[in-house]
């Protein structure tokens, strides 16, 4: 008999927490109630589905939390960021010469799943790649 078993999968997101945390995540995907937990828990779907609401959203959370970072250029939600295998969201710096002086702008690139989630997870991302930008100027 060859068959198989399911490998255990890897938390790649739940690394820095503790085992017990890690082992209780385990169980509940291997007994398939990961996903219905998390819909009881967070029954509410957000609103933030374009880009332009997406901004708006970002620059709220940074006029309230993060007044003294760099100026966002850009914010958009971007379907090409692979969330299994990369990150949920992307903070970029891009610099270009403009006549003699080096300009620079910030984006951040939250993933399209983003658009489907409860406002608490969006919240998470959005802070979290706002730290980061912030932290990176």
Do not use: C, W
């Amino acid at each position: 008999m060859n068959a198989k078993a399911n490998p255990t999968p890897v938390l790649k997101y739940l690394s820095a927490y503790p085992e017990h945390i890690q082992a209780k995540v385990l169980q509940l995907i291997e007994r398939n109630e990961l996903g219905t937990l998390l819909a009881e828990r967070y029954p509410l779907r957000h609103t933030v589905q374009t880009d332009k609401a997406l901004y708006d959203y970002v620059m709220e959370i940074k006029q309230d939390y993060f007044r003294n970072s760099q100026a966002l250029a850009k914010v958009a939600f971007d379907s090409k960021i692979k969330v299994i295998q990369h990150a949920l969201g992307t903070h970029t710096q891009i610099s270009r010469v403009q006549g003699g002086k080096l300009k620079s702008k910030n984006e951040i690139r939250i993933a399209s799943l983003f658009r489907e989630t409860p406002p608490e997870f969006l919240k998470m991302i959005v802070t979290h790649e706002l730290v980061l930008a912030s932290y990176y100027q």
